[in-house]
């Protein structure tokens, strides 16, 4: 079973920044973040391969980034500016199997951090 812990959330402006933290107990091949806002489904918002390799969702493609320290098995994701509509619960997620996007292809999940932006 592999645990990850996400932290980092919190409360924002517009045009703030946040970066979250994942720290899984065993590193596999991919870890991804989701955003799920209430009454929503889980929506993709990044991953990162093995070997470095990053994919994100158009919304955030030149705000966030994620990145990793093999060193430590951290995974994060810089979230630069953060509108209102960036407002979710943001998890981290590994195992996956299938494609980078849909989150019923991922087995392991995180309690998910809070992430709120204020207009």
């Known amino acids: 079973q592999v645990q990850l812990a996400e932290s980092g959330g919190g409360v924002v402006q517009t045009g703030g920044s946040l970066r979250l933290s994942c720290a899984p107990s065993?590193?596999?091949?991919?870890v991804a973040w989701f955003s799920q806002s209430p009454g929503t489904e889980r929506e993709f918002i990044a991953a990162?391969?093995?070997?470095?390799?990053?994919y994100y969702t158009d919304s955030v493609q030149d705000r966030f980034t994620i990145s990793e320290d093999n060193a430590n098995n951290m995974v994060y994701l810089q979230m630069n500016n953060l509108k209102p509509e960036d407002t979710a619960i943001y998890y981290c997620?590994?195992?996956?199997?299938?494609?980078?996007?849909?989150?019923?292809?991922?087995?392991?999940w995180g309690q998910g951090t809070q992430v709120t932006v204020s207009s």
């Open positions: 997620a590994t195992g996956r199997t299938g494609s980078f996007f849909a989150a019923r292809n991922y087995q392991y």
């Open positions: 990162i391969t093995r070997n470095g390799a990053a």
């Open positions: 065993e590193r596999m091949l991919t």
